[in-house]
Nanobody, 123 residues
Framework: QVQLVESGGGLVQAGGSLRLSCVAS????????MGWFRQAPGQEREFVAAASWSGGSTTYADSVKGRFTVSRDNAKNTMYLQMNSLKPEDTAVYYCAQYGTISLAPNREIRYWGQGTQVTVSS
């Protein structure tokens, strides 16, 4: 059974930064692409960013391009999301996800979810 545990969320002022972490266990971390999603109150869960198995290929939602950076350390079974220049509209629960593919294939599917970590950006 795969477990994904997020941490690093919290309350920050607009313009500030946070770094989220996601630690994975249960199967070979380096064999799968990983992603970040978020869900604001009353809204659907949306894609934020993803990284291929090596982290060499990444993709971002337009809303976070240039502000967020996804990375991973396969030796530590950990994925990160560095969030800079945060805005109130970034407020949401952020979820870590593991795909069933090694690359960022267009048809990639989520296999596992973390429990989420709250990020609140005050204006």
């Amino acid at each position: 059974q795969v477990q994904l545990v997020e941490s690093g969320g919290g309350l920050v002022q607009a313009g500030g930064s946070l770094r989220l972490s996601c630690v994975a266990s249960g199967r070979t971390f380096s064999s799968y692409a990983m992603g970040w999603f978020r869900q604001a109150p009353g809204q659907e869960r949306e894609f934020v960013a993803a990284a291929s198995w090596s982290g060499g290929s990444t993709t971002y939602a337009d809303s976070v391009k240039g502000r967020f950076t996804v990375s991973r350390d396969n030796a530590k079974n950990t994925m990160y999301l560095q969030m800079n220049s945060l805005k109130p509209e970034d407020t949401a629960v952020y979820y870590c996800a593991q795909y069933g593919t090694i690359s960022l294939a267009p048809n990639r599917e989520i296999r596992y979810w973390g429990q989420g970590t709250q990020v609140t950006v005050s204006s």
